[in-house]
């Protein structure tokens, strides 16, 4: 055989190959930043997801080919305020999870685009990234606001919900126009020791006794990695709650609401009305439990999950 015969099918076995690894990671799966893999958080069922240019934390878990779970967190946090329910549902469910521009492992948008517009968008390119035409989404908090908000505008995309207190309604006087970020604000979000955000964090729940102690710790860490506090200012620069009623009308997928009744972030009443605007929905309200009620009471409410996914 020929050197130039050598040559051309070494060639053609390397093309082979590349395509092959393309096929099985994923398409739009980048190389992981060291930043992010030096991280202690950083998981080998993570990985790299490059979103109009975010490089953006996603962690896959459970069957490959099993209906999409797609779970996005609150302000503040990451991917790992999953844990418990994601390490249930990957039993049956491909769950997915990410963290949000600005959060976590996924760092700053070099271009600052953190309206809900433009984090409604960033969610749409996670999906087109993997190739996800349909999922079922979760969503707390700014996540959950993130995730009704994509489906109001993309009701084929989306199989059905799962909002774990919300955002939508007016709070803390933000509306159609953002508010000026209070400096105690500023501060705590970019330079606050760990005790003060394990107070802080402490008030998420309607029991603080069932915080786990190591969550603190983690949110610090992740609030301090290079510009993270940093963004989270610029988002609360920007941040919006115009009047969701007629968005909330054109959600088409089945919903389930969940709220603790002891919730200190959004009130519970604001459960009320989104089942009163979504048209179809049910509200779960557990009593004793705060504005993360997946954290605080994880085998309780996963519970109200399981039966709402398996009968939509």
């Keep these: 055989m020929d050197m130039t015969r050598i040559l051309l099918l070494t060639a053609i076995a390397l093309v082979v190959i590349a395509l092959a ?36 934390r996603v962690r896959m878990e459970g069957p490959r080919n099993a209906p999409a779970v797609v779970m996005i967190h609150g302000f503040s946090h990451s991917l790992e305020s999953w844990d418990d329910w994601a390490a249930d549902l990957s039993s049956g469910y491909r769950v997915v999870r990410l ?7 996924t760092g700053p948008d070099p271009q600052r685009r953190y309206s809900v517009d433009e984090t409604v968008t960033f969610l749409g390119g996670v999906l087109d990234a993997l190739d996800i035409r349909r999922a079922s989404l979760v969503g707390n908090s700014l996540g959950g606001l993130v995730a009704w908000r994509y489906a109001a ?18 709070i803390n006087g933000v509306t159609e126009d953002p508010v000026a ?23 998420l729940f309607g029991d603080p006794s069932r915080m786990d102690p190591g969550l603190p710790g983690r949110v610090h860490t992740m609030m301090r ?22 968005d909330l009308a054109r959600v088409q997928a089945p919903t389930l609401i969940l709220w603790g009744g002891r919730d200190r972030m959004i009130p519970p009443e604001h459960g009320r009305r989104f089942d009163a605007d979504i048209p179809e929905s049910t509200l779960i309200v557990h009593d004793d439990l705060g504005h993360i009620p997946h954290e605080e009471a994880p085998r309780r409410t996963i519970g109200d999950v399981r039966e709402f996914l398996e009968a939509n």
């Design 21 to 56: 690894a393309w096929f099985l990671l994923g398409r739009g799966v980048q190389d992981v930043p060291a930043a992010a893999v030096d991280s202690p958080y950083w998981a080998d069922s993570d990985r790299i997801v490059e979103v109009d240019g975010v490089n953006a």
């Design 99 to 105: 963290d949000l521009p600005g959060h976590g492992l």
């Design 153 to 170: 505008g993309h009701p084929d995309r989306v199989r059905a919900l799962v909002l774990v207190a919300p955002g939508g309604y007016s």
């Design 181 to 203: 970020v209070p400096m105690a604000v500023n501060f705590y979000l970019t330079q606050a020791p760990q005790a003060m955000i394990g107070a802080a964090t402490s008030a």
């Design 225 to 246: 990695r290079d510009g993270v506090g940093e963004a989270m200012v610029q988002r609360l620069e920007v941040f919006t709650l115009p009047d969701p009623e007629a």
